[in-house]
């Protein structure tokens, strides 16, 4: 019996399993606005099999953008953009949608990683107030389900495994014995339909 796939509930809200998707800034948007990349990553999410996911960090302002390419929340244009991104990952699954609203205080006004990171200077913006984030990373699903079967988490938010694989969570309900939620359109993608199976799979 898993308890990393067992339900969880927090307050009104039903969660399926503990498996969250931890906010992770894209730095794709084009304006604050949600576009193309977006749908994409975060539809692939949703059909994953973790319970929730965060959608990454949200400025509720243009200076608290961390880059030119954050999501932002402070005009009619962004605030469509997400409708948009919404709708489309309830046409997809149920899983829980949340967002991250920030203000990038310290961390704001730089450029995208793969341009270096770099403050953008008399380019940018002015800086506001100090933040900071906690790290630590779980990839393998018996650490996930160590934390919650101890009771050191309710749940657990995967960040960078779930960039590696957006199928993390159904892969970790195989490896703990559990039948992963396929979509139904993938359901022929379940190992447990394949030939010979049970010898790449063993206890599944
Ligand atoms: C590409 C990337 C973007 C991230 N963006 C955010 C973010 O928008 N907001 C946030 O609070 N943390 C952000 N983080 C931190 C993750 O949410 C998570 O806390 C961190 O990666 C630790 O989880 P992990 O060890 O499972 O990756 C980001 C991490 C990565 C790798």
């Known amino acids: ?7 969880l509930e927090i307050g009104k809200l039903h969660f399926d399993n503990r ?3 931890a906010p992770m800034c894209q730095y794709s ?10 749908l994409q990553h975060y539809g692939a999410l949703a059909v994953g099999g973790a319970a929730a996911m965060t959608i990454e960090a949200t400025a509720v302002s243009a200076e608290g953008r961390i880059t030119e390419g954050c999501l932002g929340l402070y005009d009619d244009e962004q605030e469509c953009g997400l ?18 609203l920030t203000h990038a205080g310290r961390k704001g006004s730089c450029q995208a990683p793969w341009d ?3 403050g953008l200077g008399p380019g940018g913006w002015p800086l506001l107030a100090p ?3 906690a790290f630590g990373l779980i990839h393998q699903p018996q650490l996930a389900e160590h ?8 749940c657990v938010a995967i960040g960078r495994a779930m960039l590696f694989d957006p199928r993390w969570a ?4 195989m490896s703990l014995g559990v039948q992963p939620a396929f979509p139904r359109q993938y359901g022929l993608g379940s190992p447990r339909s394949w030939p010979g199976a049970a010898a790449a799979f063993p206890g599944y």
């Open 131 to 133: 933040s900071a984030i």
């Open 1 to 7: 019996m898993s308890v990393l796939f067992s339900p």
């Open 170 to 173: 159904l892969k970790a309900a």
């Open 19 to 21: 498996i969250f998707v």
């Open 147 to 154: 934390a919650v079967a101890h009771g050191r988490a309710d």
């Open 83 to 100: 409708a948009a991104l919404v709708q489309h990952l309830r046409r997809l699954s149920s899983i829980r949608v949340g967002i991250q």
């Open 29 to 38: 948007a084009s304006g604050g606005v949600p576009g193309s990349w977006h």
């Open 116 to 118: 270096g990171g770099g």
